[in-house]
């Protein structure tokens, strides 16, 4: 099936692959978050048990996720969000192991647990040739080592151990943050506690900065890494930001864990992009239940897109991530699970779905958020993978539609407390909390105009058809709290990955035509490069 495209490639990609990729390149884009030591073994077996609350390796590797690109490319991803590469403490700790890479001791070194330097390279050169994007975690504000002698004495800590920050002096001195209204507090004291304080760089140096500008330079330039995320963000003075971004030549989206927007989008002036937090409480506060407030959730995404630099453009979108319990540890309603999971892909973000949720995990807090995804067998038969599969190439076709999707901002054509009309032309979203016990049908009135009069409009999520009344209003009435992805049928015919019998003109019918992969491939090509092969 891909045997035909290798012959094709390798010179229109290498030109690609020396560049980082900019923000604007990463608009369009759709991201796959791994926790790298739990994604995929390197041997591809499925049975190694993986015990979420020992805190210790399981296992998975940067093989691992070569092998298993199929499965995330399938399912729609173009770019996919790695674990921090680099060497962490080696020694168990009061929490554990740093399987999860967060715990940096020498940053000129790779963790050997995820594999190789070939290792490293392989994925990103495989991901390269699939016209993928490689998001790698970084973090900036802390280094680790372990107290000596098993103390919770901090001043035993052992700093001999980290490079290149070895002497105490490259340190803020030690205190806990005890303010979070103290923005000297958040940034100079350490996070953290006694059992396992996490150094506190002292970024106010002008030689560490130097050094740690050089160190994104390299890192992003030696693995050919198109976009980082950068992890505890707010912890590190603002004016950090500027130099080192622009030192890392590439586009980068902060961590600012906040539910207040003003004090979030301060990030966005000096990053770039930030994961959008002050909507993520929202959004899942309004699909627990339909006690939730989707109303409130439009507001607040108001807010956010007129405070962010850029909107809400290149800012993250997710439910889920390796901090925050897992949806279904909330409510295991398909119907909530299905409108939640719905919003980071209509909405004007970039969509990153952290893996596991298309398997239906439903790990709560840290560590059980974070369950091997392996004994799951890679299933693509859940009923999520389809959803995800349909969001995505939903979000594909109307961005192929029209050239002003990832620039012009997404409205709201109807909101209350448990409905919510999403507009993205050519797409329109139909939100609902009722869940699926509601008895109550719901409805949605979509206003005139949003529509062509009389066109054919496909819900892509079952693949039904309805027809626009003659001023392109719709009035949509569902049973059992499920969400609708509308686009009208012309959309469909043109991008042909979804829903395709009914947009030959043919009746209703469900699923992907084997011609859905194809297209699916050209998409990842990118636009350019996809018409460019098209024609030859
Ligand atoms: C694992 O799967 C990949 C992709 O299907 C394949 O190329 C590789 O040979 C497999 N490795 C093993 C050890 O089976
Ligand atoms: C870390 O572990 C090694 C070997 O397991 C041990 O020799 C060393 O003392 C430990 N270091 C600390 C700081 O506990
Ligand atoms: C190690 O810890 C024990 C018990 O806390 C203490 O008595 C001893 O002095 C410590 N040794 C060193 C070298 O810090
Ligand atoms: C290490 O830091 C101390 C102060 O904490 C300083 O006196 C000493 O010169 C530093 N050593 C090196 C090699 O930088
Ligand atoms: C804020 O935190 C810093 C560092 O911990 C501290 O020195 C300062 O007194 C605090 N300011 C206020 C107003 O509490
Ligand atoms: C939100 O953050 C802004 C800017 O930091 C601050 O002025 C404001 O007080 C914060 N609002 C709340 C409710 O904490
Ligand atoms: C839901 O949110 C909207 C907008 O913020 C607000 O006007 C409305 O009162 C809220 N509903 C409830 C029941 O609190
Ligand atoms: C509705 O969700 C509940 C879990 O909250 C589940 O037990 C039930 O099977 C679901 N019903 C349908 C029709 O999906
Ligand atoms: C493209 O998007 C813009 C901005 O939302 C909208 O005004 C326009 O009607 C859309 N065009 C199509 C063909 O959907």
Redesign the pocket.
């Known amino acids: 099936m891909f045997g035909k495209i290798p012959t094709l490639l390798p010179a229109l990609l290498l030109a690609r692959c020396v560049l980082s990729a900019t923000p604007d390149e990463w608009r369009g884009r759709s991201i796959y978050q791994v926790v790298t030591d739990r994604f995929a073994l390197a041997d591809n077996s499925t049975s190694q048990p993986c015990d979420v609350s020992a805190r210790k390796y399981c296992g998975g590797t940067w093989k691992g996720i070569t092998n298993h690109l199929d499965y995330i490319q399938n399912m729609g991803f173009d770019a996919v969000w790695i674990s921090p590469v680099v060497e962490n403490i ?2 168990e700790t009061a929490y554990g192991e740093a399987y999860h890479g967060y715990w940096a001791q020498d940053i000129y070194s790779l963790n050997n647990h995820f594999g190789s330097k070939d290792d490293l390279n392989e994925l990103v050169t495989a991901m390269h040739f699939r016209g993928m994007y490689l998001m790698l975690d970084i973090v900036v504000n802390h280094l680790v ?2 107290p ?1 002698n ?1 103390s919770t004495d901090i001043q035993t800590l ?1 700093f001999s ?1 980290i490079q290149p920050f070895s002497n105490a002096s490259d340190y803020h001195p030690y205190c806990e943050i005890t303010d979070y209204n103290n923005q000297t507090d958040v940034e100079q004291c350490w996070i953290g506690d006694k059992k396992l304080p996490l150094a506190d760089l002292n970024t106010e140096d002008k030689d560490i900065v130097n050094t740690m500008n050089e160190w994104v330079k390299d890192i992003v330039k030696k693995y050919n890494v198109d976009g980082l995320r950068i992890d505890t963000a707010k912890h590190i003075r603002k004016d950090f930001w500027p130099e080192f971004v622009a030192s890392a030549g590439t586009f980068a989206m902060g961590e600012v864990l906040s539910d207040n927007t003003t004090y979030t989008a301060a990030y966005t002036e000096v990053i770039g992009g930030v994961l959008d937090y002050p909507t993520w409480f929202p959004l899942t506060a309004a699909f627990t239940s339909p006690k939730g407030n989707l109303s409130a959730l439009a507001t607040s995404a108001v807010q956010a897109r007129k405070q962010y630099k850029n909107g809400a453009f290149l800012t993250g979108a997710f439910l889920e991530n390796h901090d925050q319990p897992r949806f279904q540890s909330i409510t295991q309603d398909q119907a909530l699970v299905k409108n939640a999971m719905m919003w980071p892909f209509v909405h004007d973000s970039i969509p990153i779905l952290y893996y596991g949720q298309e398997q239906g995990y439903t790990g709560n807090n840290d560590p059980n958020n974070r369950e091997a995804l392996w004994p799951s067998n890679f299933d693509t038969s859940k009923p999520l993978v389809n959803h995800v599969k349909a969001m995505n190439a939903a979000r594909k076709a109307a961005i192929a539609a029209n050239s002003s999707y990832t620039t012009a901002p997404m409205s709201f054509l109807a909101q209350s407390d448990n409905g919510l009309v999403v507009s993205k032309p050519p797409l329109v979203a139909l939100l609902t909390n009722v869940g699926n016990s509601s008895t109550a049908a719901t409805t949605w009135d979509i206003p005139a105009s949003t529509f062509k009069g009389s066109e054919t409009v496909v819900n892509v999520l079952d693949c039904k058809t309805m027809t626009a009344a003659p001023d392109g209003s719709l009035h949509v009435r569902v049973q059992g709290g499920m969400p609708q992805l509308l686009l009208p049928g012309s959309v469909l015919s043109k991008s042909g990955n979804l829903c395709t019998k009914v947009a030959a003109g043919g009746k209703s019918g469900a699923g992907f035509s084997t011609q859905a992969s194809w297209s699916l491939v050209w998409g990842f090509l990118g636009l350019g490069l996809g018409k460019a092969l098209m024609h030859m």
């Open positions: 080696e020694n080592s372990v000596k098993g052992d151990l």
